[in-house]
Each structure stands twice: as structure tokens, then as C-alpha cells.
């Protein structure tokens, strides 16, 4: 791996705010605040780098003032005031304002509660015949309190789990504001996840409620989703009732609640006051092996840890609108939701990324008045590789900002944007994590932007790189580490009870510091390189999901005898999911099989997850005690040499790995 972020020791900017949007940034009205209230450094508009360095260092020395100067310039309505900012700093553990009660819901529709706002959008629905359809803030309140109602109705009560099995749509976000209005915990999944992969995950939640459609429009198809509905009623015994939001028309199958009926008339919002740290939803992040992990977040740690992101670091509020091109299988539908936090009008999009053309979200973008346009790295340059041109083509003049994660935006994308959507365009490649719902770095309104790099870390976040020693370095590759709590960290997984697995995904190689599991690089002038994942979960389009979900669907076919997974990310900004097969006896791979094993892994799992290619290989390599060996065989994929990406002794077959390594050589020749 290339250890140098940059090669040019005073790269330009590709762009850079101007004073006059510095100047009316909300970041700078905040630093400036927190400067006269909270001892912050004084803010520098006129040489704004260095002001942001400042200002973030003193966010993570400072890490207590600094929430508390959040939660005040936000306005955070504490319904019982907090003892203390941090009463426990240790990861894991760290416990945020103790005594503390609020709700993040009422957060959430508390821009409705203006008159002169009531009749103004909250949501902009769009799907792929590409109308818009409005849902002002009084209708969103009145649709949540009916919700919310129904739910106190059948008997749910605080911490009680309400599932959705939902696309994109508003009943999904109107569904996740009753559920966390009544104190509810509430877990989704998009109706493209196949029902294994979905009980999967809410079985180990067992949920009494399920809000679920009939079937969903994708790629100018419909997707039938009864019988799948039908297995999920049948397989989680929890359920005292299943809410059916008819999308294709259909009636409220037998025992089933119709969305329409629930919320025919509106009901004033009731909002539960809670503990900061009451669980808010669960997540779903998979690990290697095993069920994927129950990430359990809070009301108020994501509630301050959106105000942050979506108010100061994307610049958003009232006159803005907010899309972000999701599922609500992806935590960045989570984090969407939360434009509401700071009144922005929110555009769903329930579509293909690439319907009927490959311009189908810019499309969307222009109809909806858009001003900040969040997006995949591989859309951009899926874009790129299509020939499309935004800036020619639509009319994007409200667009201020072009986001990007699930992937690093390889240097190509940065260019493409300034040159095909408008050269005076804030470029925020972002990277985060489902983990925490939130971004470790990325968007900075008052920081000039460079090619291939991540404008800073973000504010209160210790984000640093480590070597394997865990010493901090700058300029080179290191772990991704967040050395001190962030409010957004998970209060802890699902079915943890004395938090072993938690310890393990984040703090088992560094004790004490969160490791993410990704190469970073920090530069010296305070940016950041992402290179990709350092553990084996397979990052598709965003969506991750771990080799577990893959094996467990392709090993039910009598022809495999065992598989290996592996998503390699590659120079140029692709992602290459290679799915390696061990036939069993007088077994062969034609093409009868390849198209059965994309069929299972389609249908049980999801479409992201369909393998690039699929190769016989004489066998799978193995751990002494028995585990199947990833990171070593992804290594040697990426190019790394034997010595250098695995210990031959700690192999059952070690002469395996020099098969992977073999047609990692061919696939560069191949390529090069």
C-alpha cells in the first residue's frame, strides 16, 4: 500500500468557499459563539484552516464543553436537566449526560410547531415516474401522533422493538418518529433484502410490531412482496400486529392493520420523555462470522450527534432540502431522517439509482429544488463512465453541495464533479460508519477542498491513525482510531448481555481506542485519505453485509461444498466481489450453476450482494482452528506479497494461499 497521501508537497485546491460563505456558514456562527460563551478559540473567518484546526482541537481537549455547547446553540429541550456532560470517559462505557430525559421525535417535528411553517414541506416524496409529492410539517405531525397513538394503542411501551420492512417512502419515516415518540426501539430493512437475510436480523430483536408493504417499484419492475410478508409473520412469534402500507394497491392481508385506517385522522404528537441514553434503533453491521451485529444507538446520542453533523458540518436548516440517495437498509436513511432536526425539507427517493438512465438522480435532484445532494461513490462514477452531463443537462443551480460515501471518491470522481456538475460546487466525500451512524470526517462548509481527500475530521471527534504499535502517525497509512467517546457510539449490541461482542468488533486490538477497520491517512494540513476497509466485511454500495450471509445462502446448494467471500476495493475507485467455490464430488461449475448461486444469493440475501465473478478454486484456506481465512486471501488479492499478508504457519494448507496469490498476479496482468 502506497504510504504517501500526496505527492505534491502544496497540492491546489480543486475548491474554495468564499469569504461571503464562510462568513454565514453556521459553523462559523457557532465557533464564534463558542468563543464568547464557552472559551473556545477565538474564530479566524479571513484564514479559515487554521480556524477550523483550532476550533477542533479544542473540541476534543475540551470534549464536555464542547456537547454542552452543542446541545444550548441547538437548542436541545431537556424535559429533566442533565447531572453532567460525561460521567464516564472510558470506552467502552462512556456514559453521556446522566439524568437527562428528552425525545429525539420531538426534535424531529418541532419545526411544525410554527404556524407560519405548517403548510411548508417537510417530506418530498419521488419515485420512478419522477412526481413529486409533498408532506407539509402539519401533516407529518398529525400522521406521526396517529401513529404513535395506535402503537400506545396495541400495548407498545418504551424499549418494546417495532420493525419495518419498507422502501424509502414517508409512512417509513412517519413509522421511525412514532416508534421513537412513544419510546419504542425501531429497526428496518429494505423489501429488496431477501427473508432470510431479514429474519436474520429481527429475530434477534423480536418485534411486536412490523409495518411492512405489499411489494415495491424498482428499475421500472414491481416486486411482489406477499409471500414474503407471510414467512416474516410466521417466523417472528412476537408480533401482536403487522401494519400493511398497501404501495401496489393490494388489501390488508387477514389479521393486518391498514396503514390508510390508522392514520385517517390527524392526532397531536405525544412525546415519552426519556433517558439520553434509552436505545432510539438498532442497526445492523455484519461482523465475519455469526448473525450480523445489533448495533443499538440512543435518543440522545444520535439526536446531538446529528444537530452536529447535519446543522454545522452540512450547513443545513430551514431553507434548505436534504436528499440523500438511500435505503432504509443503510444507516444513511437514518441519518437522513435527521435533516427534520433542523427543519431542512427531506427528499425520499424510492427508486432505482439508475432509472430509466443512469442520470436518474440528478433528475431527481433538480425537480425537488434540492440544495445539498448526497450520493454513492460509485453513482458518480457510474456517471462519469456514462457520459452524463449534470450541469449541461439540469438545472442544478440550487445545489450547493455534492456529498459522497459507502466508498472513498477516488480522485476521477473529485474532477468529474468540478468539471461536469459546476465548477463552484462544495465537493463532502465522507466516511463514517453504520457503527455510529454518523461521519468520522468529511464536510466542513469553511475548508478549501483537494482532490482525493476528505476535507478534517469532524468536530468532537478524536479521529486519529495509528500504527500497529498504536502510535499516532501523520502522512502515513494507519488504523483508523477515535480515541476518546463519541455520543453516537452504540450503548451496546443486542443480546450482549455482559458486552464481550462489543469489546471485540471495536477494542480488542487497541484496548481503550475505537478501531474502525479502515486504513486512513491524516495529513499535515489536517485532512483525510480513506483506503479502504482493513477487515473483510464486504462494503457493497454502501450496504455492508458479512461473509456469514453469503456462505450460509450459497452452502445450501448441494453442489458447494464451502465458499469464500472477499470485497476488494481497487485503485480506481471500483469494488471487485469475487465469490470462490469448493465443489463438492462430480460437481461442475456451468453456467446452470453460476446462475443458480446469483438466484440464491439474489432472492435470500440482496441484489448489492450478487458476486462480480464466481471461481472454482481447489479449496478454501482455514485458521489452526478451523476459521476461514479473509483478510490474508484479500491481501494477496490487493496485491500484497505472501510474507507480508499472512503467517504461513497459522494456515491449515498454506499451499492454498499460493493458488489466490497466483490469480491475484493474473488478474493484475489481466487488468494492466
Not at 429475530?203 to 411492512?212: G, I, K, S
Amino acid at each position: 500500500m502506497n504510504t504517501s497521501a500526496h505527492s505534491d508537497p502544496l497540492p491546489r485546491p480543486l475548491w474554495q468557499p468564499g469569504a461571503d460563505r464562510v462568513a454565514r456558514s453556521q459553523l462559523t456562527r457557532f465557533h464564534t459563539w463558542a468563543a464568547e460563551r464557552h472559551g473556545a478559540p477565538a474564530a479566524t473567518p479571513d484564514d479559515p484552516a487554521p480556524s477550523y484546526a483550532t476550533l477542533h482541537r479544542w473540541s476534543v481537549a475540551e470534549l464536555e464543553t464542547f456537547w454542552a455547547a452543542v446541545a444550548e446553540w441547538f437548542e436541545v429541550r431537556f424535559t429533566t436537566p442533565y447531572e453532567t456532560v460525561l460521567a464516564d470517559p472510558a470506552m467502552p462505557g462512556a456514559r453521556w449526560f446522566p439524568g437527562a430525559t428528552l425525545n429525539y421525535a420531538e426534535h424531529a417535528l418541532r419545526a411544525g410547531e410554527d404556524p407560519a411553517r405548517a403548510d411548508a414541506p417537510a417530506l418530498l416524496h419521488v419515485d420512478e415516474t419522477q412526481e413529486v409529492t409533498p408532506v407539509t410539517w402539519a401533516e407529518l405531525r398529525g400522521q406521526v401522533g396517529a401513529v404513535a397513538a395506535e402503537l400506545r394503542r396495541l400495548g407498545v411501551r418504551p424499549g418494546d422493538r417495532v420493525s419495518g420492512y419498507v422502501p424509502n417512502i414517508p409512512q417509513a419515516t412517519i413509522a421511525l418518529l412514532a416508534t421513537a415518540a412513544v419510546g419504542a426501539v425501531w429497526t428496518s430493512c429494505a423489501p429488496d433484502f431477501g427473508a432470510r437475510s431479514v429474519l436474520d436480523r429481527f429475530q434477534q430483536v423480536e418485534p411486536v410490531v412490523l409495518f411492512t408493504v405489499d411489494g415495491y417499484r424498482y428499475g421500472g419492475k414491481t416486486h411482489d412482496r406477499a409471500e414474503t410478508v407471510a414467512e416474516l409473520r410466521r417466523e417472528l412469534p412476537t408480533l401482536r400486529a403487522v401494519v400493511h402500507i398497501p404501495l401496489l394497491g393490494t388489501p390488508a392481508p387477514e389479521g393486518a392493520l391498514d396503514w390508510e385506517a390508522v392514520v385517517s385522522e390527524a392526532v397531536e404528537p405525544v412525546f415519552a420523555p426519556l433517558p439520553f441514553d434509552h436505545p432510539l434503533w438498532v442497526l445492523y453491521s455484519s461482523g465475519t462470522t455469526g448473525l450480523p451485529k445489533a448495533i443499538v444507538q440512543s435518543q440522545g446520542g444520535i439526536l446531538l450527534e446529528h444537530l452536529k453533523q447535519v446543522g454545522l458540518h452540512c450547513d443545513l436548516g430551514p431553507a434548505d432540502r436534504f436528499f440523500w440517495y438511500t435505503s432504509t437498509g443503510w444507516m444513511m436513511w437514518n441519518f437522513l431522517v435527521s435533516g427534520l432536526l433542523v427543519g431542512a425539507t427531506v427528499v425520499l427517493y424510492d427508486g432505482s439509482p439508475g432509472y430509466p438512465d443512469t442520470a436518474a438522480q440528478w433528475r431527481v435532484a433538480e425537480r425537488t429544488g434540492t440544495t445539498l445532494y448526497g450520493t454513492s461513490a460509485a453513482y458518480v462514477m457510474a456517471c462519469r463512465k456514462a457520459g452524463v452531463h449534470p450541469g449541461r443537462d439540469f438545472d442544478l443551480s440550487r445545489v450547493q453541495c455534492v456529498a459522497t460515501t459507502g466508498s472513498p471518491l477516488p480522485p476521477d470522481g473529485f474532477r468529474w464533479i468540478h468539471d461536469e456538475v459546476a465548477e463552484d460546487m462544495w465537493i463532502a466525500s465522507v466516511s463514517g460508519g453504520t457503527d455510529v451512524c454518523s461521519c468520522f470526517a468529511g464536510a466542513v462548509p469553511t475548508l478549501p477542498v483537494y482532490i482525493g481527500e476528505l476535507q478534517a475530521p469532524g468536530l468532537g471527534t478524536d479521529l486519529q491513525a495509528w500504527d500497529a504499535q498504536g502510535k499516532p502517525v501523520v502522512d502515513e497509512v494507519g488504523e483508523l482510531i477515535v480515541a476518546q467517546p463519541m455520543p453516537s457510539m452504540p450503548v451496546r449490541f443486542w443480546n450482549d448481555p455482559d458486552g464481550s461482542r462489543y469489546r471485540d468488533s471495536y477494542f480488542e486490538m487497541f484496548p481503550g481506542a475505537w478501531r474502525h477497520g479502515d486504513w486512513i491517512t491524516l495529513t499535515d494540513r489536517g485532512t483525510v485519505v480513506i483506503h479502504g476497509r482493513s477487515d473483510s466485511t464486504l462494503n457493497r454500495q454502501g450496504v455492508r453485509m458479512g461473509s456469514a450471509d453469503i456462505y450460509e445462502a450459497v452452502e445450501r446448494l448441494p453442489e458447494i461444498r464451502e465458499s469464500l467471500v472477499i470485497g476488494v476495493e481497487q485503485p480506481d475507485g471500483g469494488y471487485w466481489m469475487p465469490l470462490f467455490v469448493h465443489l463438492a464430488p462430480g460437481a461442475t461449475l456451468d453456467e446452470g450453476l453460476r446462475d443458480r448461486i446469483k438466484r440464491t444469493i439474489r432472492a435470500n440475501l440482496s441484489p448489492r450482494h450478487v458476486p462480480d465473478e464466481i471461481i472454482e478454486v481447489p479449496g478454501v484456506p482455514h485458521t489452526l482452528t478451523g476459521k476461514r481465512i479473509e483478510v490474508p486471501v484479500k491481501r494477496l488479492l490487493q496485491g500484497t506479497s505472501m510474507d507480508k499478508a499472512v503467517n504461513p504457519g497459522s494456515v491449515d494448507n498454506a499451499e492454498l494461499l499460493y493458488f489466490y496469490e497466483r490469480l491475484a498476479r493474473e488478474k493484475r496482468t489481466q487488468t494492466g
